[in-house]
């Protein structure tokens, strides 16, 4: 059995951001179109973290895999990272494996690249200011996505500490990128076009009456019931697009803190990504209109990521190839 290994190295190599984008475009796509196979993940937690286990099957592009990732908060005190873990890819003729992927970076680099899918399909074509809240593992690629479809003039990033946004904000001026480090949520959001979250918070992030009109929100980070990254009264006067509505139901705290306090009705987040993709739902209509996107991470986002990078890694000969 030949297997071809990416490391995060590689995996940046053959997967930049725009390709990234692409890639979510068939994965969105296909979870709306009823090609893709992708069960609610199965969490298993230890004392010290969570191991998450995603398997998927997108009919349409022939792609198969399964992802193994696990969150442990305690890692970073250790050397280690917060995320990590493996993606395997499969034959879908043979169902033998043909490579194993870096799941942290692929994580980071997926998630990113479905904020950046839907910024540029719901996010006003001017925008041009970016609020960033968190500045972990997962930051960087949530700033490369958007850059990637708005010419962006000012990036203000929040952490909780302070210290990791402006190393953050440091490595983005590096690569020419006109970020900042803010220590006052407020300061950072008003104004703001895009406001992207990427946190396990359990409290709001900022104030409601701070989003402007016609702002777009990504909302990526909180992925449990008990977490939540934006105010109830934000979503609830929002138009709320989400990655697949079982998923939101199951998972979604900013979807169902709401929901419970009876702000809003499940048919308030009816409308997936996928549906905007296959143009069979309306986007943003009008410029004053708050947008919000929530994620919760699907397996059909690591299937067509992954399947993307390692077809393009085999064709370039990039990564390890070894024999089992």
Do not use: W
Not at 101 to 130: F, K
Not at 202 to 213: N, Q, T, V, Y
């Amino acid at each position: 059995m030949r297997l071809r290994l990416l490391s995060a190295a590689d995996l940046r190599r053959v997967l930049p951001m725009p390709a990234a984008i692409a890639a979510m475009r068939i994965a969105f796509a296909e979870v709306a179109a009823g090609t893709a196979q992708v069960p609610l993940r199965l969490a298993l937690q230890t004392p010290a973290g969570l191991s998450l286990f995603m398997p998927g099957y997108l009919a349409g592009s022939r792609g198969l895999a399964q992802k193994i990732v696990s969150v442990y908060d305690g890692n970073p005190a250790r050397g280690l990272p917060a995320i990590n873990g493996l993606v395997i890819v499969l034959d879908p003729d043979t169902g033998l494996p043909q490579g194993l992927v870096d799941g942290g970076a692929l994580t980071a680099i997926r998630t990113g690249a479905a904020a950046g899918l839907a910024t540029d399909l719901l996010a006003r074509p001017d925008s041009r200011v970016l609020a960033l809240f968190g500045a972990g593992g997962m930051a960087y690629d949530q700033v490369q996505a958007v850059a990637a479809v708005r010419p962006l003039t000012d990036i203000r990033i929040v952490s909780r500490h302070g210290e990791s946004a402006r190393r953050l904000a440091a490595r983005l001026q590096a690569e020419g990128l006109p970020a900042r480090a803010v220590d006052d949520p407020a300061t950072a959001v008003r104004g703001a076009d895009i406001v992207s979250c990427i946190t396990p918070s359990r409290a709001p992030l900022f104030a409601d009456a701070d989003i402007g009109p016609g702002a777009h929100l990504n909302l990526s980070g909180a992925y449990t019931p008990e977490m939540v990254e934006a105010p109830a009264a934000t979503i609830a006067r929002a138009r709320v697009f989400v990655d697949q509505v079982e998923a939101c139901l199951a998972e979604a705290g900013d979807l169902l803190q709401p929901l419970a306090a009876g702000l809003i009705t499940a048919d308030h987040f009816r409308t997936t990504l996928g549906d905007l993709v296959l143009g069979r739902a309306e986007g943003r209509r009008s410029s004053d209109e708050i947008t919000v996107f929530k994620s919760v991470g699907l397996a059909a986002q690591d299937v067509a990521a992954a399947c993307a990078a390692l077809a393009q890694a085999a064709a370039a000969d990039i990564g390890a190839v070894v024999e089992l």
